[in-house]
């Protein structure tokens, strides 16, 4: 079967910096995706990492290794507005995405 | 621009009755997908269009029915609602000429209720 594994609940302090794992098992590979999603809100897109490495956009980066099946999301200079739940999602082989259950992030003063 | 609109917003409904989520975007993208999202779970595709015209059943399409008459409208429409069908809906469109995997542009989102 398919799975998208990822943390249920993180908590990090204003200012840090935080990674959320996300380790996956797919047939077939197109890429993967993050989104954020505020409590209530609809999902937006964050990054896209087709190939090995890591892809820096501002105070986020997300990194990929394929042979491992393994991305991370790293967030820096935390925000109080960063607390939302982070979505991990590949693209399988039929281009269809899978999506993890989303890691809350809980970020204190 | 609006983007994509959903309605309603939110919802309770009796079991038995019929139920249309309607999705509206004007970004003229070429995919269109309902999602579900519930508590511990991840976003689970109901249904997908690739373009107007056609249509194709996700991991969870029992008990529900799409439409894409055109571009920008591609309605959600439960038969029968069953209390299992309670969660939020996620309308969501994308614009495969950037590549298949191109961003999904969701809307804001219908909680339906089923009682």
């Known amino acids: 079967g398919q799975n998208i594994d990822q943390p249920t609940e993180m908590t990090a302090t204003e200012g840090a910096i935080v990674q959320i794992n996300c380790t996956y098992q797919?047939?077939?590979?197109?890429?993967l995706f993050w989104y954020q999603q505020h409590a209530g809100e609809a999902p937006t897109f964050l990054s896209y990492?087709?190939l090995d490495g890591l892809e820096e956009k501002g105070r986020f980066s997300s990194f990929l290794s394929r042979s491992k099946g393994y991305s991370y999301l790293l967030l820096k200079e935390l925000q109080m507005k960063d607390s939302a739940s982070y979505l991990c999602?590949?693209?399988?082989?039929?281009?269809?995405?899978?999506w993890g259950a989303g890691t809350k992030l809980i970020i204190k003063p | 621009i609006a983007g994509i609109t959903q309605a309603p917003t939110s919802q309770i409904l009796a079991a038995g009755r019929r139920m249309t989520l309607r999705c509206t975007q004007d970004?003229?993208?070429?995919?269109m997908y309902w999602y579900r999202q519930d508590l511990g779970l991840g976003l689970r595709l109901i249904h997908y269009?690739?373009?107007?015209?056609?249509?194709g059943k996700g991991e969870v399409p029992d008990g529900y029915s799409v439409s894409r008459a055109n571009t920008d409208d591609f309605p959600l429409t439960l038969a029968s609602a069953v209390p299992s069908q309670t969660s939020v809906y996620f309308c969501?469109?994308?614009?495969?000429?950037?590549?298949?995997?191109?961003?999904?542009?969701f809307g804001e989102g219908s909680r339906l209720t089923v009682l």
């Open positions: 999602a590949v693209a399988d082989s039929n281009y269809q995405l899978i």
């Open positions: 797919t047939s077939g590979f197109n890429g």
């Open positions: 969501a469109s994308s614009d495969s000429r950037q590549g298949v995997t191109g961003e999904l542009f």
């Open positions: 990492n087709v």
């Open positions: 970004m003229r993208h070429n995919a």
């Open positions: 269009s690739n373009t107007a015209g056609t249509t």
